[in-house]
């Protein structure tokens, strides 16, 4: 069976004018796409919801769009900003005509090449723009994302940008959804709890807690002062030097076993300890970023202040979550806590 690949390019420009936007569409845009087996289409075209409904979604589903900024319309200038940041190719046109002044470009549009053209002239339109959907169209398979003034300031499509907020979303539903719940909760027709809980002794074998130690049970998620501290190489060595006084741990599931350090009060209650190493995906983010951009921000506070509200954030869906738990659980509270800015070098808890 043939392949069908449905390519799409979203013609848009000022809506007062449908006459004129269709000209450019389909008189313009057509005959050099159409060919190459590309769907031309306008904001107009669709069936859900309201008109922006359906320009949002068909910004999403474009391939390449061809944005009209005659007149600095704010609406085009809105939905050419909201498709920059998928970092897909797009071709910024402006109608010039002889005789008719025509007014300033933005400045942050006019860093960006924008190609001058004249609606009235449609076979010199054509023309003008081929080679630049030539260009695009040899290369829209070959990169990963096109430049525009959001991905050469984040090189990166913000799509693509781990953020806290995606980050804690993932590690709520994957790791405490499926842990907390159970983790004090006690079976239901047999003695103990749901989970078995079992600690590394001197022989390397994983030892399940005594049932004394089992009700007294409590969890920490600490979110680190610095994202590199989140990371499994800094944890690990943390612990090879005898920087963290926490053993290994092992929380058996029927579906899973998860691996996890365990520290012990000096009354010998014993906390199941959890570092969100997938923080790390956020450090080495944002590190990017700040080595690409000290020609722009040579400040690194900035980059700081960045990283320490992203980890405020994380720890604040964390703390909601055990909110929201508590709340359907009376057995958990009082047994977990999120630990905001953790240092192994001065172990202390605002929960």
């Known amino acids: 069976m ?5 390519k799409r390019c979203f013609v848009i420009g000022p809506m007062k004018d449908m006459k004129r936007l269709h000209t450019l569409a389909n008189k313009i845009v057509k005959p050099i796409l159409e060919p190459r087996g590309f769907k031309v289409i306008t904001p107009e075209e669709g069936t859900i919801g309201t008109v922006m409904d359906q320009v949002l979604l068909n910004l999403e589903q474009a391939d390449i769009l061809v944005a009209d900024i005659t007149g600095n319309n704010p609406n085009v200038m809105y939905e050419l900003g909201v498709y920059h940041s ?12 002889s005789g008719v002044e025509a007014e300033q470009t933005p400045f942050d549009i006019a860093a960006y090449r924008f190609i001058e053209i ?21 290369n829209i398979g070959q990169v990963d994302w096109f ?16 953020t806290a907020i995606g980050l804690s979303k993932n590690y709520i539903k994957n790791f405490l959804q499926m842990m907390l719940p159970h983790l004090f909760r006690k079976q239901e027709f047999a003695e103990g709890f749901e989970l078995t809980v079992a600690v590394e002794g001197a022989n390397k074998e994983f030892v399940p807690l005594d049932a004394e130690a089992r009700k007294k049970l409590k969890f920490e998620v600490l979110v680190p002062k610095k994202m590199q501290m989140a990371h499994h190489d800094y944890i690990r060595n943390l612990k090879e030097w005898d920087r963290l006084g926490y053993k290994n741990a092992k929380v058996f599931r029927l579906s899973r076993e998860f691996m996890m350090h365990i520290r012990f009060e000096d009354d010998g209650t014993p906390v199941l300890v959890d570092i969100p190493t997938v923080l790390a995906t956020l450090n080495e983010s944002i590190q990017h970023r700040r080595g690409l951009q000290q020609s722009q921000i040579n ?53």
């Open 86 to 97: 998928f970092g897909k190719p797009s071709i910024i046109v402006k109608e010039i005509k």
């Open 147 to 162: 430049h525009n003034p959001v991905t050469r300031f984040y090189n990166s499509p913000i799509a693509e940008i781990p």
């Open 2 to 6: 043939q392949k069908e690949i449905h």
């Open 299 to 351: 400040n690194s506070k900035e980059w700081d202040i960045l990283e320490a509200q992203e980890l405020e954030r994380f720890a604040t869906k964390c703390e909601q979550f055990k909110k929201r738990l508590e709340n359907e659980w009376p057995s958990i509270q009082g047994r977990v806590s999120v630990v905001w800015y953790w240092n192994h070098q001065n172990e202390t808890s605002n929960s």
């Open 118 to 138: 004249n609606l009235t002239k449609v076979k010199a339109a054509i023309d003008i723009l081929r080679p630049r959907f030539e260009d695009i169209l040899n």
